[in-house]
């Protein structure tokens, strides 16, 4: 049975934590997987849920961890389901050196929320990847569907702005050094490979605009 054919059977057991009303349920098979339907903040949750899926599906084709995600109609309502990550541990500031790895890709998808205020929205599986869960604070939108205005355009200022965002992020993302930004950008294909994720990103004002913030990260890191 798809994810599609089971959703009328999906059994909801508990809302997780966060401000999107995200909810963990279990299909007739078993496995369990996350219902995410977009903020409210804005007065479109469902552009909030469309973009959040489809800057998964970005970091996915950049090679960075993220659940298996895939939306479905909910009465009419898009939603967003992607796998449970069972296994996976919270992330602390120890994990700061492979966390790092990924910031790059993180600033230029302008994921302002991209640890969390609880250090929730990554976690670490068994193997010692990071995943990231939770994407909804990246491109245009902030984490509870806001739109960010002025906040999101062609110049990426996260390069900067995202080492010092409290509460976190200066612990784990501070001081980067000109070497390691660079070792981020390469592990995840550098420019031609941002430019080939684009293809899953459906909004064109959207894949315009992360098109003009590819160009600027090279011009500030490569």
Same mark, same amino acid.
């Given at each position: 049975m798809t994810i599609h054919d089971a959703w009328a059977f999906l059994k909801e057991e508990v809302r997780l934590r966060g401000s999107t009303g995200a909810g963990l349920r279990t299909l007739p098979n078993g496995k369990r997987v996350v219902v995410k339907r977009g903020g409210f903040a804005g007065g479109n949750p469902a552009a909030h849920i469309n973009n959040?899926?489809?800057?998964?599906? #970005?970091?996915?084709?950049?090679?960075?961890a993220v659940p298996n995600a895939e939306m479905v109609e909910e009465r009419g309502r898009p939603t967003?389901?992607?796998d449970f990550e069972e296994g996976a541990?919270?992330?602390? #500031?120890?994990?700061?050196?492979r966390l790092r790895e990924d910031f790059v890709p993180q600033a230029l998808i302008g994921n302002w929320d991209a640890l969390g205020a609880d250090m929730d929205n990554v976690l670490m599986r068994p193997d010692g990847t990071p995943t990231y869960v939770d994407v909804g604070g990246a491109g245009p939108y902030r984490a509870q569907g806001a739109p960010k205005g002025q906040g999101w355009g062609s110049e990426v200022s996260e390069l900067q702005s995202m080492q010092y965002k409290p509460p976190h992020t200066e612990?784990? #993302?501070?001081q980067m050094t000109p070497e390691e930004m660079g070792q981020s950008y390469d592990k995840h294909g550098g420019s031609d490979a941002m430019n080939a994720a684009l293809s899953v990103l459906r909004n064109n004002q959207t894949r315009d605009i992360m098109q003009q913030r590819i160009?600027?990260?090279a011009r500030q890191v490569a």
């Open positions: 959040e899926f489809d800057m998964n599906r #970005y970091l996915n084709k950049l090679g960075l967003m389901l992607t541990r919270n992330v602390s #500031y120890d994990d700061k050196k612990e784990v #993302y501070g160009g600027d990260v």
